[in-house]
């Protein structure tokens, strides 16, 4: 089971995750309507693009924890969105998981 869930992934990934009680923490609906919503999408189709209730690029990212953050590898979009150059951006997240 998956703590966090990334809007970038794809259906087809979620599919093979079993990662509906992480969409349902960050969409809120229930996990029937989530798994018939998976069940029913085009695997390349992207999470954020099949829930409308996902948030917004910024409050996805803002609720991880800084090792889910490494592990999707958003360094560039932190960066962007903080002003912060890359290695900055990477070593705050890595003392975080001190």
Do not use: Y
Not at 63 to 78: G, H, K, M, S
Not at 85 to 94: D, F, N, T, Y
């Amino acid at each position: 089971m998956a703590t966090f869930v990334d809007g970038e992934m794809t259906v087809g990934e979620a599919r093979d995750e079993d990662v509906e009680d992480a969409i349902e923490r960050v969409t809120r609906l229930a996990i029937s309507t989530i798994r018939t919503k998976l069940r029913d999408a085009n695997g390349n189709t992207k999470l954020r693009n099949l829930f409308r209730q996902w948030p917004d690029r910024m409050d996805e990212i803002g609720n991880w924890t800084a090792n889910f953050a490494l592990q999707r590898d958003v360094i560039r979009e932190i960066c962007a969105m903080t002003s912060l150059g890359p290695r900055v951006a990477k070593r705050r997240l890595e003392e975080a998981l001190w």
